[in-house]
């Protein structure tokens, strides 16, 4: 896979990862609220002045216990939920690192191919200045002896 579907599976994950963080903490909510309904149905259960409003008041404290249960089991399979992805995220990481690293070093070689290449090409250059100037010397020896030459056919003449 390329680094930019790695980095979308990534994303992913981590708003994955904060929905659950979002449904672990209204599942908290739930825990509290069902707390805060057990203590009261227990306080009301132990100053009610009858029997049967507190049994009435201690079955509904029972039935808020259970509702808590059920959050805190809720809370639970949330947690563990956000455990497997959060796993699958640094796996997830693991792999993006690994593309990044293969892409750099990808670019790396390019950029060490395309350095030789330059040096190449500028030996060749310098190669081929080189052997001009030769040739200009050459040339410019030559025609230095054509008018040398030249010069004395000149002054052979006019003697």
């Known amino acids: 896979m390329s680094v930019d579907q790695y980095r979308r599976q990534v994303a992913q994950r981590e708003k994955t990862i904060a929905g659950l963080q979002k449904q672990r903490s209204n599942a908290f909510e739930k825990v509290a ?3 805060k309904k057990v203590l009261d149905a227990s306080t009301a259960a132990s100053r009610a002045s009858s029997l049967s409003i507190a049994s009435m008041k201690l079955n509904e404290a029972q039935r808020y ?8 089991r809720e809370v639970s399979d949330i947690e563990q939920k956000i455990t497997a992805e959060s796993t699958r995220l640094n796996q997830d990481n693991q792999r993006l690192q690994q593309a990044l690293d293969s892409e750099r070093r990808k670019q790396e070689q390019a950029q060490k191919k395309h350095l030789e290449e330059q040096k190449k090409l500028q030996s060749a250059q310098k190669r081929s200045q080189r052997e001009h100037e030769r040739t200009m010397r050459s040339l410019n020896a ?3 002896r054509h008018e040398r030459l030249h ?3 000149a002054f052979k003449l006019e003697r």
């Open 65 to 72: 216990n259970d509702e808590e249960a059920r959050a805190m």
């Open 142 to 144: 030559g025609f230095a």
């Open 151 to 153: 010069a004395e056919t």
């Open 33 to 35: 609220k069902a707390r």
